[in-house]
């Protein structure tokens, strides 16, 4: 809830607490706040977790986006035909879906072919599939967009990018996957809500729009440049380590591990008039810097503590 204090205050503000898989508490949000558009990001998305346990992913991902469906398309059902002709149902979703591109210098579109290879891709490609069924068979106004790998302030500490700062700053180990080479397309996190908040608004029913970061980096790459970043500003104090680099390890290989993802968003730039403005540098030293100057919000999340903290808003 502290990544929410900033508007907290703010009367345009409510926060509901509520499991979307449970469509008692869903229909009540929608006959309550009568929502004019759902931007469905509630998911499971961390692949080892899913490796882990699979079963989680599968209750959340497939039954969750149903129930979100289900409630909306009943919902919309009882509107009036200029609130309907208002209402959209935004799907966030993910690049994995299309599945691993190998080493080949080709580009995930909107037309490429399914072909998921985590419990995690799998469940956000069975979601998707749901949303275009519910908007072909039940006419529901639903929008898809597909995106790259996201990195900013507030992502949770399992995410590569801040495990890494954090995991330097606190002197342990740097893990990398087999030999680091796996590429992947980093998109800014304030620029992915841009173009979540433009789709929402402009985009086309029925349409998917692939949205990505044009910043396609090996996570070698990735974790080298954060460690040059905070040997400039956070000097390592470290016995023994002159440079971050130094704590860099490398273990064996995820199971099924993608080498390359990589999004031609070409559709969302010529029909939407989308374009991200971060470059990898800009939003890196960004992200370094805030995990810097917020080392209690990423303490709470590290101990546990966010979890019992009192919820404000409701």
């Known amino acids: 809830m502290e990544s929410l204090e900033s508007i907290e205050g703010n009367e345009r503000y409510v926060f509901e607490r509520a499991d979307i898989c449970n469509n008692i508490e869903i229909r009540r949000i929608f006959n309550q706040h009568q929502p004019d558009v759902v931007m469905h990001l509630a998911a499971e998305s961390h692949v080892d977790r899913s490796i882990e346990g699979p079963g989680e992913f599968i209750q959340t991902n497939i039954m969750g986006t149903y129930q979100l469906l289900e409630q909306s398309r009943l919902y919309y059902s009882g509107l009036e035909d200029r609130k309907k002709g208002e209402f959209r149902f935004h799907h966030i979703s993910t690049d994995?879906?299309?599945?691993?591109?190998?080493?080949?210098?080709?580009?995930?579109?909107?037309?490429t072919s399914y072909d998921p290879s985590s419990p995690y891709s799998a469940s956000k490609a069975s979601s998707d599939h749901l949303v275009r069924a519910w908007q072909r068979t039940f006419n529901l106004p639903t929008l898809i967009t597909n995106c790259s790998n996201n990195y900013g302030?507030?992502?949770?500490?399992?995410?590569?990018?801040?495990?890494?700062?954090?995991?330097?700053?606190?002197?342990?180990?740097?893990?990398?996957?087999?030999?680091?080479?796996?590429i992947r397309d980093w998109l800014y996190v304030d620029d992915h809500a841009r173009a979540l908040l433009h789709v929402a608004l402009s985009g086309e029913v029925g349409?998917?729009?692939?949205?990505?970061?044009?910043?396609?980096?090996?996570?070698?790459?990735?974790?080298?440049?954060?460690?040059?970043?905070?040997?400039?500003?956070?000097?390592?104090?470290?016995?023994?380590?002159?440079?971050?680099?130094?704590?860099?390890?490398?273990?064996?290989?995820?199971?099924?591990?993608?080498?390359?993802?990589?999004?031609?968003a070409s559709k969302i730039k010529t029909e939407l008039n989308w374009m991200p403005h971060e470059t990898f540098e800009t939003g890196i030293r960004k992200t370094v810097q805030w995990y810097l100057d917020n080392r209690t919000w990423s303490d709470h999340v590290q101990d546990g503590s966010y979890q019992s903290q009192k919820l404000e808003g409701i």
Do not use: W
């Open 96 to 111: 994995e879906v299309y599945g691993d591109l190998g080493a080949t210098e080709i580009l995930f579109t909107e037309k």
């Open 153 to 182: 302030p507030y992502q949770f500490p399992e995410k590569l990018i801040p495990l890494m700062i954090l995991n330097a700053l606190e002197g342990r180990e740097l893990p990398i996957y087999g030999d680091g080479n796996q």
């Open 207 to 264: 349409e998917t729009y692939n949205i990505g970061g044009h910043n396609e980096m090996k996570n070698i790459e990735v974790i080298k440049k954060i460690c040059s970043i905070l040997d400039e500003l956070c000097p390592s104090k470290i016995k023994g380590v002159t440079s971050y680099e130094k704590l860099i390890t490398y273990v064996d290989d995820r199971v099924g591990h993608d080498v390359r993802y990589a999004i031609d």
